[in-house]
């Protein structure tokens, strides 16, 4: 199985004991990488030599490595994700590189996500703007039939598109201001155009900005490094609809 | 011992309303004076500690990723059945329950299907109120498709996330509560021991993964959703966190592991392309509904582009060999169909370990737009991995692990031999048997998280006093200092070998010994290469850095650990029975068609492992299944 031509590789990685130290970047060498690695299993490869030569293995969050969890989170080459488009890192493979390239990988670099340790970064600011109004106050049990309400394919579509969202920050990584708009937008208006998350739109969108801000992301000046970032090709599109339902809120 | 699931008697469509009716109920006042644990917080732990928070328990819940998000129940691609009957087409809950016990190759308890079909409809409806953008077709109805082991179109799917969007719609119930104060979420914990005081579960032990910290927390009651062990196969369509750690300790605090060896391989994963790989990558089985599996008649063709071997000369054998079912034969019949085209010679592709998923006819039919529509992020996904576009040629399909019917031994009331201690969603083993059929893993989890844990942790609550959260019983002292003293001989060892050369190595055997065919001989292997395996681990395994901080090799040692010791038992399990059922095949048990051959006579009872010492074989107890409803038969889809 093992006859594929190999490559090697100059990986240059950050490597940060913890949130209070200064960090540094620190070269290693990856042998015997064939184009079938994923990017992950390559860092797996390096991660063992280390351990058998007795150095402490690269720290990296991972968990699905099929591009749905949302834990992988590298910057590669100065690009979240490593620049491939509709791709995780855990879902991009080595044939994207060739013999002897030089790789830079680093951790998110967002205010509002302080790293842990080398290349995890901690992301719980997502979880409170989800937890500030990404939802529907609806109860378990006691709701109506599926059926009863009709949602329009374009509208289930939208809301899908929207939801597709993992959440795994590299939108606010790629933004210049550090925003999440994107991630914020995404689930707003999903829940805005669903009949289902109508009633409770304004107060939704304003708790979730403010969550945003507070949390110290910074705000959209329409650079688009967001979509482009974007695992699941979220579209700019729905910040456009976050700032109109943030508008309409003001008036209701 | 004869365990006793408590089942409800009487006609079998009153029993899960009588059930509830019959349980105590802890009034609204009182409830806020207990306390819940939960340990994982995908389908089945979201949805419980959302819905326990929201009734007004306290609840404090447990994930070992840094967000209840990202539960490896988000990788669900296909869908999540409901016997909604939408389609007109003949389904009830009765079918689905019928579908369920004979896909289950009548290994399940009847009333506990009964009840997971019957609230299968609450949880499309909870769904669609959370915001869960479900497939609709152009004049907004829901929209259905179909699976494996049923002649119905049952399956709601949004797009191929399924599991992603009911898990967002959990996490954002959970996010709910944890806002309004009722559920304290604590991320990036893994537990490492369950806290038994007086015979009842009190409290766990953890490690914090950030700080190292060993922390302890007491409660009422404890529930472990904590998913799902094919990672013993160490390549396995799981994330690759997924462990059998809790359920393991909890185990070896007294309660009993059922039919560990009832393990789903699933038939169409992407085959494996190196021996460096981490992971096996599933298609959804929603393609079967599109995509039709061949192998080429003649060997001869082997080395062909698939496009150029003649339509005569392919061989679609699941519709030759069961043309009611076709292509969508259930996940353990599909699965030892595929290995054995593959064991006469006749697999395609790296090793010959792979058989073709071939779209050209729907293609044909349907048009790439329409089956872009249904698929498209599989055929995306499908080509990020194999560098091959399945529109243009068919996709290389070959089984892997992943699933297990078997878990934690739990009574009707989901509530494992050890009072206090609930067993939720794949960690049980309650409603699948020996094979678990295809968008019914989505359907228990939510089952038991919204619709069952709700009503019968209070029917145990209610007898119980509220304990508080104080940790100062012995018994918590005892366990974080047991749980240090792990740590650091894990540390300690300093041998030569890394922790994924033994996971790698005991995974090898598992899959060989223990995978889609077994054998006495095989498995008597295993018993007693993986003792020598797992000594060998404790005197020459290497584990880097120290308790004391955040430590992804010392994670890793010790999962591996405990697989090291469940391998033993799920291996014990499967040489006990002496029989084929499910996912469970036995060479010596088949009829001549290569069949798998039940022996109801002797094996129709869940077999439950309690855990007598270490070193000291497990003590089986049994619990008969009885079958009053659907007639016992062997199990055919031809």
């Known amino acids: ?252 | 011992m004869i365990l006793d699931g408590k089942c409800p008697t009487g006609p079998i469509e009153k029993t899960w309303d009588k059930h509830r009716f019959d349980l105590k109920l802890v009034n609204p006042a009182n409830k806020r004076k207990y306390n819940v644990i939960m340990v994982g917080t995908g389908l089945a732990g979201g949805a419980a500690a959302a819905s326990l928070g929201e009734l007004g328990y306290n609840v404090m819940a447990f994930c070992y990723q840094d967000s209840p998000r990202r539960a490896h129940s988000i990788a669900a691609q296909g869908g999540i059945n409901a016997a909604k009957a939408y389609p007109n087409d003949g389904d009830s809950i009765y079918r689905l329950f019928y579908d369920t016990i004979k896909g289950g190759d009548f290994r399940a308890r009847e009333a506990d299907v009964w009840r997971l079909a019957q609230v299968s409809n609450n949880i499309i409806d909870q769904c669609v109120a959370q915001g869960v953008p479900f497939a609709r077709d152009y004049a907004g109805y829901l929209d259905n498709r179909s699976f494996g082991g049923a002649q119905v179109s049952r399956t709601f799917y949004a797009r191929g996330q399924t599991g992603q969007q009911l898990l967002l719609g959990a996490y954002s119930a959970l996010s709910r509560q944890i806002k309004a104060g009722t559920v304290k979420m604590y991320n990036r914990r893994e537990m490492l021991d369950l806290v038994v005081v007086d015979g009842v579960a009190k409290g766990i032990t953890c490690r914090n993964l950030i700080t190292g910290e060993i922390e302890s927390y007491a409660a009422d009651a404890v529930c472990l959703a904590t998913g799902g062990y094919v990672n013993v196969f160490y390549l396995s369509t799981n994330a690759m966190g997924c462990s059998v750690t809790a359920n393991w300790k909890a185990y070896k605090k007294g309660a009993y592991f059922a039919n560990p060896c009832y393990t789903q391989i699933h038939p169409t994963c992407i085959p494996q392309a190196g021996d460096y790989q981490s992971k096996l990558t599933l298609m959804s089985e929603s393609l079967r509904n599109d995509g039709r599996c061949w192998v080429p008649k003649k060997k001869e063709d082997l080395g062909k582009h698939p496009n150029e071997i003649a339509e005569d000369d392919r061989d679609y054998y699941l519709e030759r060999k069961y043309p009611s079912f076709g292509n969508l034969a259930p996940r353990d019949i599909a699965s030892r169909a595929a290995k054995e085209q593959c064991d006469d010679g006749r697999g395609v592709g790296p090793g010959g370990r792979g058989v073709y998923l071939d779209f050209s006819s729907a293609i044909k039919r349907v048009g790439e737009d329409t089956i872009r529509e249904r698929y498209g992020n599989l055929f995306e996904m499908y080509e990020k991995i194999t560098d091959e576009n399945g529109y243009k040629r068919p996709m290389r399909m070959y089984p892997a692990p992943h699933y297990s019917m078997g878990g934690l031994w739990v009574d009707y009331n989901l509530q494992s031999n050890i009072p206090g201690l609930f067993v939720l969603g794949e960690a049980n083993f309650s409603v699948h048997g020996a094979n678990r059929l295809g968008a019914s893993a989505l359907m228990q989890g939510l089952a038991d998280g919204y619709f069952v844990i709700p009503y019968t942790i209070g029917g145990y609550l209610a007898g119980v006093k509220p304990s508080g959260t104080a940790t100062d019983n012995p018994e918590f002292k005892k366990s974080v200092e047991d749980v240090n003293n792990y740590r650091d001989k894990l540390l300690a060892v300093n041998g030569k070998k890394t922790v994924s050369e033994f996971m790698r190595e005991l995974g090898g055997l598992m899959w060989e010994n223990c995978g889609m065919a077994r054998s006495k001989e095989s498995l008597e292997t295993n018993l007693k290469k993986i003792p020598a395996l797992r000594e060998e681990f404790w005197q020459n395994v290497k584990v880097t850095g120290t308790g004391a901080e955040l430590n992804q090799d010392l994670e890793n040692a010790g999962r591996t650990a405990d697989f090291l010791e469940f391998g033993e038992v799920l291996c014990r399990d499967a040489l006990h029975r002496e029989e084929s059922c499910g996912g469970h095949f036995r060479v010596e048990h088949q009829y001549q068609d290569g069949e798998a051959m039940r022996d109801d006579e002797n094996f129709c009872y869940v077999g439950a492992w309690e855990y007598k010492g270490d070193g000291k074989e497990p003590e089986l107890h049994k619990e008969p299944l009885k079958f009053e409803n659907v007639h016992l038969a062997v199990r055919s889809y031809k």
């Not at chain 1, 990986?11 to 200064?22: A, E, S």
């Not at chain 1, 939108?171 to 999440?180: I, L, M, T, Y």
């Not at chain 1, 708790?207 to 000046?221: I, T, V």
């Open chain 1, 1 to 252: 199985m093992s006859d594929h031509k190999t490559m090697t590789l100059t990986l240059i990685v950050w490597r940060q004991k913890g949130p209070n130290d200064p960090g540094k970047f620190e070269t290693y060498t990856a042998k015997g990488i064939t184009e079938h690695h994923s990017f992950l299993e390559m860092l797996d490869v390096v991660n063992e030599d280390l351990i058998k030569s007795g150095k402490e293995p690269i720290c990296f969050d991972h968990d699905c490595r099929e591009g749905i969890c949302g834990m992988c989170s590298q910057v590669i080459n100065g690009v979240p994700h490593g620049g491939q488009d509709r791709t995780t890192v855990c879902q991009l493979h080595m044939r994207k590189f060739k013999d002897g390239d030089t790789i830079y990988i680093e951790p998110w670099r967002a205010r509002a996500f302080p790293i842990h340790k080398d290349l995890i970064v901690d992301r719980s600011a997502y979880d409170t703007i989800i937890q500030a109004g990404g939802y529907t106050s609806c109860h378990t049990g006691g709701v109506p039939d599926g059926n009863s309400t009709l949602i329009p394919k374009d509208i289930a579509d939208y809301a899908m598109d929207a939801a597709e969202c993992i959440g795994c920050g590299a939108c606010a990584a790629a933004c210049p201001n550090g925003s999440a708009m994107l991630f914020t937008g995404a689930k707003v208006a999903q829940l805005a155009v669903l009949p289902q998350g109508k009633a409770e739109a304004a107060a939704r969108v304003k708790n979730m900005l403010n969550a945003m801000q507070e949390c110290g992301f910074g705000n959209c000046s329409n650079h688009y490094e967001c979509q482009a970032a974007c695992p699941k090709g979220i579209d700019v599109k729905f910040i456009a609809k976050l700032n109109r339902e943030y508008l309409k809120s003001l008036f209701a």
